[in-house]
């Protein structure tokens, strides 16, 4: 279902691409999308209120995929974004906001990593603070981009030792074809979510391109302790790396499904993703909306039942 129903001239953007929930210690819940716009409600599924931009873009554009973190008394926002003078999108990077807040202002402190780099998810674990992001790799058997894992020595600070965590298998997690050379298919895997339950963890992401009917989320598991470094799990994507079973995708109602996060409220656990309704794509709009769903976690095994 919709989170947020858009009215007739209201100043919400028109989509909330790359949807990334959390709960904050009031009580209340924030919704944060690309372009660094936030929304909250008192109530999860109902009460949605569009509380405008909360991320000082000075000197900055084209936010991507923010996601916050609460580590101690301040709450943290990691997203990707050009400088104000780059020409293109391949000069996005990650950086780091602060907020005293969960409603903001989030103030820009540092850059993390040098473009290109996107999809950040920053995790607290008994072992320490992890960041999950995108690379590109050319040079791989199927080039694209993958996923990292990465410790932090504190919220501001890599470590520098990334470990590749997932890439591509699937022609269905091509992005385009031909995409920067002839014969070089381009894939993409992004938008990685982690999170740990009973024994097992799981690491979310999405595959292919918005456009593109393959365009899915799928997940990898891992069998490790609570406080493993999570840099030396062995994810192994499900069911196989050779099969295309996406655990979410387009249906009789909606398009575009990716890009998800996860919150568990209430002794349930819901997955909060971007998808389009049919008929609405529009070059010049983006209209992805998000969207959640309950979602069953049960031995190793995810699944969910999508509703209008």
């Known amino acids: 279902m919709k989170l947020y129903q858009r009215k007739e001239n209201d100043p919400a953007p028109v989509g ?46 084209v936010c991507w995929a923010p996601s916050v973190i609460q580590i101690g008394e301040k709450y943290y926002m990691y997203y990707s974004s050009m400088d104000a003078d780059a020409k293109d999108e391949h000069g996005e990077k990650i950086r780091v906001a602060v907020a005293d807040s969960p409603k903001g202002p989030f103030v ?14 920053m995790v607290q674990t ?32 890599l470590e520098g030792n990334p470990r590749k965590a997932v890439w591509a298998t699937l022609d269905e997690e091509i992005y385009m074809r031909d995409r920067f050379k002839k014969g070089q298919h381009w894939h993409t895997i992004e938008g990685a979510f982690y999170f740990y339950l009973d024994g097992t963890h ?6 292919a391109c918005f456009r593109n009917p393959t365009y899915f989320i799928g997940y990898c598991t891992a069998k490790g302790p609570k406080d493993a470094d ?3 799990l062995e994810w192994k994507k499900y069911p196989d790396p050779d099969t295309y079973a996406p ?19 209430q002794g349930e656990c819901y997955v909060v993703y971007h998808g389009r309704d049919y ?20 031995d190793g095994t995810l699944s969910v039942e999508m509703t209008p």
């Open 247 to 265: 655990l979410m995708c387009k249906n009789s109602f909606v398009e575009g499904v990716g890009h998800n996060s996860v919150i568990f409220d």
């Open 279 to 298: 008929k609405e794509y529009d070059e010049e709009e983006d209209t992805r909306c998000a969207r959640i769903d309950r979602m069953e976690v049960k």
């Open 108 to 121: 820009y402190v540092k850059d993390l990593l040098p473009a290109f780099s996107i999809d950040p998810h």
């Open 16 to 61: 909330q691409a790359d949807p990334y929930l959390i709960k904050g210690n009031d009580g209340r819940y924030y919704l944060y999308s690309t372009g660094g716009y936030l929304f909250s409600s008192d109530s999860l599924l109902e009460g949605w209120e569009y509380d405008g931009m909360c991320l000082d873009m000075k000197d900055q554009k």
């Open 126 to 157: 008994p072992s320490g603070l992890y960041l999950f992001y995108c690379n590109n790799d050319e040079e791989a058997e199927r080039p694209g981009t993958y996923i990292l894992c990465d410790k932090m020595t504190d919220p501001y600070t």
């Open 230 to 232: 999570l840099r030396t």
């Open 202 to 207: 799981y690491l979310m992401y999405s595959g």
